[in-house]
T-cell receptor
Framework: DAKTTQPTSMDCAEGRAANLPCNHS???????VYWYRQIHSQGPQYIIH???NNETNEMASLIITEDRKSSTLILPHATLRDTAVYYC????????????FGKGTRLSVIA | EPEVTQTPSHQVTQMGQEVILRCVPI?????FYWYRQILGQKVEFLVS????????KSEIFDDQFSVERPDGSNFTLKIRSTKLEDSAMYFC?????????????FGPGTRLTVT
């Protein structure tokens, strides 16, 4: 079972920042937080991952609390194309550890 | 930008028939996976493959399923005798070992319809 808890759905106005929360209170010290998204029925798309420091890439920023029990994915300027289901996944460090998907957060970006 | 490709995009088959789903992972990746997603449900892990052998498999991956890397580029999933409940999107993914285990990159999927 997924080790994370996410809201079922969220709305965001186009052009505004989308902040997607995730709780992972049972995360272990060697587990990373990964974020993926799935647009309609396409294959899941990798967004970002981190261990304990905040991370930023061209798609998003990941903010992890100091106790590592929760995190927030930030899409700085949401567009209509960011409408998707966003998955927060906790994963161990082994190279072939599978991803365990929960139900995710359905983000709707509204014009 | 390199990507994972899958063929066919849609496969329709009759119950009891064998199907082979094909994937071409990203060329320098070493870890390969199959996942499936039944319509309206979560993405579920099936199997992982490394160094020409199965690393891990889920309860879903029973004796009806097998995987193979027949050459240096393809990675296949075979279902020997399909059942109605095998109807789903099947996603292939690949990764290279990296920090945190390496991010997995997914293909566009094959929609399998069993009639």
């Amino acid at each position: 079972d997924a080790k994370t808890t996410q809201p079922t759905s969220m709305d965001c106005a186009e052009g505004r920042a989308a902040n997607l929360p995730c709780n992972h209170s049972t995360i272990s010290g060697n587990e990373y937080v990964y974020w993926y998204r799935q647009i309609h029925s396409q294959g899941p798309q990798y967004i970002i991952h981190g261990l304990k420091n905040n991370e930023t890439n061209e798609m998003a920023s990941l903010i992890i609390t100091e106790d590592r029990k929760s995190s927030t994915l930030i899409l700085p300027h949401a567009t209509l194309r960011d409408t998707a289901v966003y998955y927060c996944i906790v994963r161990g460090v082994s190279g072939n550890t599978p991803l365990v998907f929960g139900k995710g957060t359905r983000l709707s970006v509204i014009a | 930008e390199p990507e994972v490709t899958q063929t066919p995009s849609h496969q329709v088959t009759q119950m009891g028939q064998e199907v082979i789903l094909r994937c071409v992972p990203i060329s320098n990746h070493l870890y390969f996976y199959w996942y499936r997603q039944i319509l309206g449900q979560k993405v579920e892990f099936l199997v992982s493959f490394y160094n020409n052998e199965i690393s891990e498999k889920s309860e879903i991956f029973d004796d009806q399923f097998s995987v193979e890397r027949p050459d240096g580029s393809n990675f296949t999933l075979k279902i020997r005798s399909t059942k109605l409940e095998d109807s789903a999107m099947y996603f292939c993914a690949s990764s290279n070992h990296g920090q945190g285990g390496g991010e997995q990159y997914f293909g566009p999927g094959t929609r399998l319809t069993v009639t």
